[in-house]
C-alpha cells in the first residue's frame, strides 16, 4: 500500500480554513497542557503558595494590631475550591512563556519571514514584561490592602472570606501582568506597518488619557494610589514602545528602495 504523504505547507505559510482551525486546535492543547501541568505541581506546593499570597494581608494585619480582621473559610468546600483556584492562578502565570509563545506561534504562519524575525525580539519581551507587571502587583498589594481596609469604621472588623481574598489578589496581579503587555502590541502593530512610530508620539495625549482611564477600570480597586502605580509604567512603557517602533521605521526607510519613491507621472528611463 502507498504510504499517505502530508502536503506540504507553503513557503509563506499559507493555509486552508480548515488547516487553520487544526493548528488553533493544536496550539490551544499544548497551552492547556502546559497549564495543566504547571497547575499539579502547584497543587503539590499549595501550603506555600497559600503563604505566599496571603503575605500582604499578614503584613498588614500585623502592621495593624488594633484591628480585628482574620481569613477564614466559610464553607466545608472553601479550602477544596480556594486549592484548585489557586493552582491554576499559579499554572497560568509559570505556564506563560509556553502560552504566549503558542499564540505568537499561531500567528506567524501569517506573517512574511522578515516579520518573523522582528516578531520574535519582541516575544522574548513579553514574558519578562508579564511577570514584572504580575511582581509590580505583588510589591504594591500591602499599600492597596492597607488604603482599602482603612476606610473601615472604627469598632468594626474585616472578617475576609479566604475565597474572596485571593479572587481580589489574583485579579489584581493578572491585570497587572496583562497590561505590561501593552507595549509589546504597540511593536507588533508596528513591525506588520499598521502602526507609525509618527501615529504614536502625534497620539501621545490621548494614549496617556487612555492609559490611566484603563488603569481606573481595569484594577479591581477603586483608590487612587493602585491607579497611578499602575498608569505611571504604562506611560513609560508607551514611550518605550515608541523609541523601539521609530528604530523600526528608520529601518525600514533605509531598505525602502529608491524606485518606490519615483512619481508614476515620471517616465521610465528604460
Known sequence: M?????????????????????????????????????????????????AFLSEPFNEYKLANPQNDISLNFGEATSALSNLISLSIFVGVVVASPVWL?????FIVPGLTRKEKRISLAFLGATVPLFLLGCALAYAILPQSLSILYGLSPSGTSNIQQVSMYFSFVTRFILVFGIGFLFPVVLVGLNAIGAMPATRLIKGWRVAIVLIFVFAAVATPTADPFTMFVFAAPLTLLYFGAWLVCRLLDKRKAANRPDWLDVDDTEASSL
Open 101 to 105: 509563545y503558542q499564540i505568537w506561534a
Open 2 to 50: 502507498a504510504r499517505l504523504r502530508r502536503r506540504p505547507r507553503e513557503p509563506e505559510g499559507r493555509m486552508t480554513l480548515g488547516e487553520h482551525f487544526k493548528e488553533f486546535r493544536r496550539r490551544l492543547f499544548i497551552a492547556a497542557a502546559a497549564v495543566l501541568v504547571t497547575s499539579i505541581v502547584a497543587g503539590v506546593f499549595y501550603d506555600r503558595v497559600f
